[in-house]
């Protein structure tokens, strides 16, 4: 019962997020007055451009070439930048959750599971394991004893490997010149908000991060605790939760590389088309 009211909980919050991102779609498109093509004069208005927000992408496209004359590329751009606003309101979105998160933390905790699983989740034992100012060894081994969940640990391994990748992928378009700096303001939701679900939805406690963080060399300390029990098979212990860790690795790759505007953009064709 807990885990469905979770579930329908995370599924109204993405139903949210993705209404929200399609309502500023409309909102942006509709305060452009027309879209202006410099070779033949010719416009397309905001309201046929929205018209074309619920058709395939692909038509979507094709009626912005026709209705507008662009090339492929200039329309590409438009959707690029129609996107762009939409991916700013949901970092912004990420970003609050977490500042929720680390403030609310225990009122969260309560909601899900009640006040006994806040009791247990701040009782001595657990904090005392994670302690900030403990030395590397003994803080790796809190770490591991504070992760012993399922569910919670395919969430954290997903996420961590998620987080790797998007960082090479952007670091490659940026040193080739396609990709853009708000792509590494993705790795900090990324990174912590699915781990953080599952340390409040599933194994029912606050996340060792909240202690071990509150200082810069406890965070790097935790962090490569967090790293080293990837490595060493300590998150994703069995083949099942290795399956279901790779399986949401791609389903997390696949959303950033469809609504994450991570798909290089073309740059504007330099040939001139004669009349």
Known sequence: MTVNRAANFVQNILKGLNTGIQLL??????????????????HVTAKEVEDTL?????????????TTRLSKSQCHSLEHATASNGIM??????????????IQGSNILAAIHGADA?????????????????????LCVGYAAAHFNSASNVLHASAML????????????????????????????????????????????????FTYGQSIQGLINGERCAFQDLFHGGIARTPEEFVGSSILMAIMIGGLMRFGGLWPEPRPSKRIKRA
């Open 25 to 42: 779609q409309v909102l942006v498109l509709a305060i452009k007055t027309a879209v202006h093509d410099p070779s033949n004069k010719s």
């Open 89 to 102: 309101w949901g970092l912004v979105l990420a970003y609050t959750l977490m500042f929720i998160a680390q």
């Open 54 to 66: 619920e058709e395939p992408e692909l038509l979507q496209r094709r009626r912005c070439q026709r």
């Open 118 to 138: 806040v009791q247990k989740a701040l009782s001595d034992r657990m904090i005392e394991s994670v302690r900030s100012n403990l030395a590397r060894p003994d």
């Open 162 to 209: 998620a987080t790797l990748w998007l960082t090479v992928y952007a670091s490659t378009l940026f040193f080739f010149g396609h990709g853009h700096p708000k792509h590494f303001l993705y790795l900090p939701p990324l990174y912590y908000l699915p781990a953080w679900v599952g340390h409040f939805v599933f194994q029912k406690d606050i996340p060792a991060v």
